[in-house]
């Protein structure tokens, strides 16, 4: 399927804790990490197809993806029915991404970066697509959910750059983290973009996100 693979977290009947139940916007509760899972598939599928919708008919454009207010409100709309902080810049440290106090300026150098590649380079949009995924990744710009919406974003990029409307096909789980780890040692998308063909969009019949 041309949609974000899921998480490899294991997802089941563990309760939710206290500390992620004060996260849900009020009236929103989880009983297992399950639950909150399964929702915030459902909202990101929801966001998705909408999204797209615009990139179709050329409401959105690559220029406006490419911005930081965009990734930001593609994030809110995607997960703002669950959590109070949805499209907020990530406030606390984690083992992995950037500092948060340079989170905003990582990630406008990001986008801008593959601006200027796009324009002024002969780098494949491919490339460039896979190449703001990782380097999003690597930022870690929100609190939850940065591999599946960076996924989703890069492929409204893609499909706002090409005729046929590709987007990744992100199926190999095992094989994609593998390949993130090589590019965050060599920082070049090559193995990235080998596990992870493109397809056209608008042929796809099933338009629901694989499990």
Request: proline fraction near 4%.
């Amino acid at each position: 399927m041309p949609f974000p693979i899921r998480s490899n977290r294991n997802h089941n009947a563990t309760p939710v804790s206290p500390d992620d139940q004060v996260a849900f916007v009020e009236g929103v509760t989880f009983s297992t990490l399950d639950e909150v899972y399964q929702a915030e598939c459902k909202a990101l599928d929801a966001s998705f197809l909408l999204h797209e919708e615009y990139v179709i008919s050329g409401e959105i454009t690559a220029e406006d993806i490419l911005s930081i207010e965009f990734l930001k409100d593609f994030h809110r709309f995607s997960f703002n029915e669950i959590y109070k902080w949805a499209g907020d810049l990530r406030k606390r440290d984690t083992n992995i991404g950037s500092d948060p106090s340079q989170i905003y300026v990582h990630t406008v150098e990001a986008l801008g970066n593959v601006k200027y590649i796009l324009e002024e380079t002969e780098t494949s949009l491919e490339e460039a697509c896979m190449l703001v995924h990782w380097l999003l990744v690597s930022i870690h710009p929100f609190t939850d959910g940065n591999g599946r919406i960076t996924r989703s974003y890069a492929n409204l990029l893609l499909m706002s750059l090409t005729e046929d409307k590709r987007v990744f096909d992100w199926k190999l789980k095992d094989e994609y983290i593998s390949a993130l780890k090589v590019a965050d040692k060599t920082m070049k998308m090559t193995d990235l973009l080998e596990i992870t063909p493109t397809i056209p969009r608008l042929y796809f019949p099933d338009r629901a996100q694989m499990n």
